[in-house]
């Protein structure tokens, strides 16, 4: 069975940095690229960025362009979010993803097979 755990979230000041982990297990990792999505209160899931099985190809979204950055390990079959110069509209449920096999790098929710539970992020002074 295919778990995954995200960790790492928490209450920050704007500006201060976090980075999220996401354990992967069940399936072999480095066969499926995988992303973070975040879901504030109210609003629809948003993507936030992928990898590529390798991890050589990322993409982030435009909201978090030049602040986040996503990597991952696939030797410990974990996908890590780093996440810089937060802001208080930063804050939400951040999960991750495991993609859909046919899909090399997906953006949309619905391209990806398995989800963490999620963890929370809040970004406030």
């Known amino acids: 069975q295919v778990q995954l755990v995200e960790s790492g979230g928490g209450l920050v000041q704007p500006g201060a940095s976090l980075r999220l982990s996401c354990a992967a297990s069940?399936?072999?990792?480095?066969?499926?690229?995988m992303g973070w999505f975040r879901q504030a209160p109210g609003k629809e899931r948003e993507f936030v960025a992928a990898i590529s099985r390798s991890g050589i190809s990322t993409y982030v979204g435009d909201s978090v362009k030049g602040r986040f950055t996503i990597s991952r390990d696939n030797a410990k079959n974990t996908v890590y979010l780093q996440m810089n110069s937060l802001k208080a509209e930063d804050t939400a449920v951040y999960y991750c993803?495991?993609?859909?096999?046919?899909?090399?790098?997906?953006?949309?929710?619905?391209?990806?097979?398995?989800w963490g539970r999620g963890t929370q992020v809040t970004v406030s002074s």
């Open positions: 993803a495991s993609a859909n096999p046919q899909y090399r790098m997906p953006t949309v929710g619905g391209m990806y097979d398995y």
């Open positions: 069940g399936r072999t990792f480095s066969n499926y690229a």
